[in-house]
């Protein structure tokens, strides 16, 4: 956790050193009109410490970058939170990260969600959720609250009844054929996927398998345009700043543009549900 932070504010530090640099200014001079003592823009820009937001302002009025300040001022405010390893989100059990997942879909008008390997938590059936959390609690070696986390996962599904939220799923068609639990589980699953392409509100999207390659690939989260999830092995990853956002968003349009949707997609989930119904 704390080499992430390091990293994060390293980070941070070499894009303020570029932005003074292309100014042309030194860091004494960039100092000396903030009215800092000499030291701190080499501090600021090698990472041992984070600027403030006011820090940020100032340097960039003073090398003439204003049009970064919300960019920058996101990571300042983003560069404790978002990196949490699942160790630190996931000690006391998954139940506890199920409720925050309602707190934010709650909040979140159009969700965009892709999934390159499993289906999306809020379409899973019990018995697919049950098969995710247990093998999620025996991988992380925490507190087994498996009942409780998927009786949790379960009830974030309400959010997909409320006429005031939007979604599009969009997944590759690998996640279509990946076992979870058994063939009976995935077949009940697989009808579940066929229920949900025809819910109002709901867009659902499969890129099939000779898709060609266009974009750079994870599973993510977008809750409107504040806010992208990323989770890997180690951590989940929370992403503020608007350009990245941005980078996410033409991702998924890219994604949604390449999957297909309606008749299309059923024909896929019938195939899926044929190999495993024999």
């Known amino acids: 956790m ?25 860091g004494t001079d960039l100092a000396k009109r903030a ?15 984070k600027p403030t937001e006011e820090d940020i302002r100032v340097w960039c009025s003073h090398t003439d970058s204003e049009n970064q300040v919300p960019d920058l001022i996101a990571t300042v405010r983003n560069i404790e939170s978002a990196y949490l390893e699942w160790r630190r989100v996931l000690g006391t059990g998954v139940k506890r990260r199920q409720q925050a997942s309602v707190k934010m879909e ?4 159009f969700m965009r969600w892709y999934e ?6 809020l379409l899973q059936t019990a018995d697919y959720a049950e098969e995710i959390i247990k093998n999620v609690i025996d991988f992380y070696r ?3 609250d ?13 959010i997909l009844y409320r006429r005031n939220h939007r979604f599009h799923f969009v997944i590759a068609e690998q996640a279509l054929h990946t076992t979870v639990g058994s063939d009976d589980v995935m077949i009940g699953q697989l009808d579940r996927l066929l229920a949900v392409t025809g819910m109002p509100r709901v867009m659902f999207g499969i890129v099939a398998a000779g898709t060609v390659y266009r974009v750079p690939i994870s599973n993510f989260i977008m809750f409107d345009n504040r806010k992208v999830m990323v989770e890997n092995i180690s951590a989940e990853v ?15 349009d890219t994604l949604a543009g390449q999957s297909v949707t309606g008749d299309a997609a059923r024909t896929l989930i019938r195939q899926a549900l044929q190999a495993r119904t024999g």
């Open 2 to 26: 704390t080499s992430s932070l390091d990293e994060a504010k390293e980070a941070l530090g070499a894009r303020l050193r570029e932005l003074r640099l292309e100014a042309g200014i030194t």
């Open 35 to 49: 009215g800092w003592h000499q030291t701190k823009v080499s501090k600021i820009e090698y990472g041992k410490t």
């Open 106 to 109: 709650a909040e979140t008008e």
């Open 116 to 121: 390159p390997f499993l289906i999306p938590g």
């Open 142 to 144: 925490i507190a087994d």
């Open 146 to 158: 498996l009942d409780e986390a998927v009786s949790k996962r379960l009830e974030r599904q309400q």
């Open 238 to 252: 929370t992403i503020t700043q608007p350009r990245e956002i941005g980078l996410y968003g033409r991702a998924f």
